[in-house]
């Protein structure tokens, strides 16, 4: 039988407890975690006011976090029989609301990522190869975990600021971001019980960077999804060491299982084809 992109199907809806009802992210995470994640945004945001308005600082780059279930708030069911953690599920924010409801996968998407869209751009391109460049190129290797992760920025930040800044506001401008946050000004802090800093729960924050864009004011930004670098330990206790399983980076995750491509090097053609349209050249695909 052919292969048919029919064979496409949505994820479905999140199973939650009877009686769920939204909650802010004070009911999702615990204080130590909170507390956590806040020195680490604040930290970062005044490492990077200090070098926006005096073009260096003395702060110390932010360590990589990375926080497990044991974050998350043990939630009583609304029948009274049992309880569930409250981080076992994804939640997006509610517009207008500094309330978290269950992120909806069956509800259409804001992003021009579609099958429509991709049949445009792999315009004449068959079933088969559009299939195996949704399912082969964007493979989890593993199971994504359900972690909270918050990296500090790239050190090419420091010197690409108002470069990047100037970019990230040209594609809020062109609405190519439905959602964003303004976090905080230079003499405020993001609160353990004040907003939540996140759009969705539990994020998975990328490091940014910038490069030379020759010619424009405008830095290329880059993001770090081989973060984190070395053995980070999630955690899931407040105090000691972190002691859960090794942070998996999103490219370690994504694409082909882990150890069948060295990294960096060409994706094997004949397992992972890459369309051509209108005559291109195939890009060099590589694991970076």
């Known amino acids: 039988m052919p292969l048919c992109t029919q064979y496409l199907a949505r994820l479905p809806a999140q199973q939650a407890p009877a009686g769920f009802q939204p909650k802010t992210w004070t009911e999702i995470i615990r204080p130590w975690g909170r507390r956590l994640i806040c020195s680490a945004i604040n930290g970062t945001a005044d490492r990077e006011f200090d070098i926006w308005y005096h073009g260096s600082t003395n702060r110390k780059r932010q360590a990589y976090i990375c926080l497990g279930v044991g974050c998350g708030v043990e939630t009583p069911c609304a029948d009274g029989m049992g309880s569930y953690n409250a981080m076992s599920f994804v939640y997006e924010q509610i517009d207008g609301s500094n309330q978290y409801g269950l992120l909806d996968y069956q509800r259409e998407g804001r992003t021009h990522w579609t099958l429509a869209y991709l049949r445009k751009v792999f315009e004449g391109t068959t079933d088969q190869r559009l299939l195996s460049i949704i399912l082969d190129g964007v493979r989890w290797g593993v199971k994504a975990p359900q972690q909270i992760r918050v990296s500090p920025n790239l050190e090419r930040m420091d010197t690409h600021m108002h470069g990047v800044s100037a970019s990230f506001s040209k594609l809020i401008d062109k609405g190519l971001y439905y959602k964003f946050k303004k976090l905080r000004r230079v003499d ?89 349209t209108r005559g291109q050249a195939s890009p060099s695909a590589r694991i970076s």
């Open 188 to 276: 405020e802090a993001i609160s353990i019980d004040g907003p939540c800093p996140f759009i969705i729960i539990p994020p998975f924050c990328v490091a940014a960077g910038g490069l030379d864009k020759p010619g424009s004011q405008e830095a290329r930004i880059v993001g770090d999804q081989t973060a984190p670098h070395g053995h980070v330990r999630e955690r899931n206790v407040p105090h000691g060491a972190p002691d859960g399983p090794i942070a998996v980076s999103m490219n370690d995750m994504m694409g082909p299982t882990p150890g069948t491509c060295p990294r960096g090097e060409p994706l094997d053609a004949s397992r992972w084809p890459w369309a051509r």
